[in-house]
Every structure is written in structure tokens, then in C-alpha cells.
T-cell receptor, first 110, second 116 residues
């Protein structure tokens, strides 16, 4: 079953923050976050494994609440390069197949 | 991160012909690769899981006789769209797991297929 992402779209000005949520009705082993620009393949951002860990690099971080079967992606001090469609992919096992959410379109304006 | 390539990046073919798309993991060995299809402004839909040395596992609703998958080596998987029709036009993307991390999947650049 496809995870649900919210919001569907968000528009920011450079320097503003955003949060993208991903919820699943199934128990999760892992949550993967990707960013896709128009006409290109998705680019891996980070993976969060079962255990409620939080990860981040530079100004993008994420959390995973396995009890709530939810993950959130945090974008702080957004840059123009952050624009794109963000997908969460949920997995039942390590190295297993992923089921992707419907995507969240993020647009950052100068 | 790991590098995955796809060839060709774009292909236009006539209805009724077959098209082969290659997916290669360039700097790591991938026992498992995944094939996705993506329509404009939509999410990635998993078509099948390609396993090296064995038959692919297809998702429900995907015709295995139409979308032939071969995973001949640890670095190469191919998807052949047989007897293509205009409704097969789409963006096909492969991904490979493994490499340096645990659980990450790295995507190829995708293949834009247009069937006329």
C-alpha cells in the first residue's frame, strides 16, 4: 500500500524552512527519501532504519517514528537547488523493494 | 554514492517493435535490481524485481511476457518491452541496491520511451 505524503506541494522563498511528512498504514523497516528534478532520475538523500533514528546532513534532516509509522523530512534555510519533487519510499526489509509515496512538489523562489 | 547507468536515455520506436533497455551498476555488484515506471507528474511504480541468476519477480498487474527481464550478471539487468504500443510510452527507471551502504537504492538516469 502506497505511503501518503503531505503536503502535496509547498512554495517557499529562499531561506525558509519546510517539513514533508510520510505516513504508512503498514509496519516499516526503513524509510528512504529521494529528490527528483524534472526529467531526471531520483537522487538518494537518506535512509532511516527501524529504531527511531534521526539523520541529517547540512540543512536536510529526517526523523523516523516507527510506532507511528511516520517519517518527516526537514529542510532548513532552503536554497533554490532544493526545488524538485520529494518522494519517500517505504520498505519492509533491508535491500527489499520500496513503495513510493505520491510525491511532494517543493518550489523555492528567490 | 554508487553509480548506476542506463542505456539508451531516449528511444523512439514504432508500434509492434521491441525495445531493450540496459541497466548497469558501474562500481558495485548488485544481486538485486528494480525496474520502475513513471508517468508524467506521478510516482514511481515498481514493475519487477530483477534477481541475478534467477527469474524476475513481477508486481501484480505487470505482464511478464510483455516486459521481459534478464539479470545475466551482477552488474547488468535488461528490460525488453516486447510488441510495444503507444500506451507503453513512459519513463523507465532502474535502481540497484547494495553498494557501500545498507539498504540504499541508487537510481539510473532513466530511459524515456516513446512508441509511435
Amino acid at each position: 500500500q502506497q505511503p501518503v505524503q503531505s503536503p502535496q506541494a509547498v512554495i517557499l522563498r529562499e531561506g525558509e524552512d519546510a517539513v514533508i511528512n510520510c505516513s504508512s498504514s503498514k509496519a516499516l523497516y526503513s524509510v528512504h527519501w529521494y529528490r527528483q528534478k524534472h526529467g531526471e532520475a531520483p537522487v538518494f538523500l537518506m535512509i532511516l532504519l527501524k529504531g527511531g533514528e534521526q539523520k541529517g546532513h547540512e540543512k536536510i534532516s529526517a526523523s523516523f517514528n516507527e510506532k507511528k509509522q511516520q517519517s518527516s523530512l526537514y529542510l532548513t534555510a532552503s536554497q533554490l537547488s532544493y526545488s524538485g519533487t520529494y518522494f519517500c519510499g517505504t520498505g519492509g526489509t533491508s535491500y527489499g523493494k520500496l513503495t513510493f509515496g505520491q510525491g511532494t512538489i517543493l518550489t523555492v523562489h528567490p | 554514492g554508487a553509480v548506476v547507468s542506463q542505456h539508451p536515455s531516449r528511444v523512439i520506436c514504432k508500434s509492434g517493435t521491441s525495445v531493450k533497455i540496459e541497466c548497469r551498476s558501474l562500481d558495485f555488484q548488485a544481486t538485486t535490481m528494480f525496474w520502475y515506471r513513471q508517468f508524467p507528474k506521478q510516482s514511481l511504480m515498481l514493475m519487477a524485481t530483477s534477481n541475478e541468476g534467477s527469474k524476475a519477480t513481477y508486481e501484480q498487474g505487470v505482464e511478464k511476457d510483455k516486459f521481459l527481464i534478464n539479470h545475466a550478471s551482477l552488474t547488468l539487468s535488461t528490460l525488453t518491452v516486447t510488441s510495444a504500443h503507444p500506451e507503453d510510452s513512459s519513463f523507465y527507471i532502474c535502481s540497484a541496491g547494495g553498494g557501500q551502504g545498507v539498504g540504499e537504492q541508487y537510481f539510473g538516469p532513466g530511459t524515456r520511451l516513446t512508441v509511435t
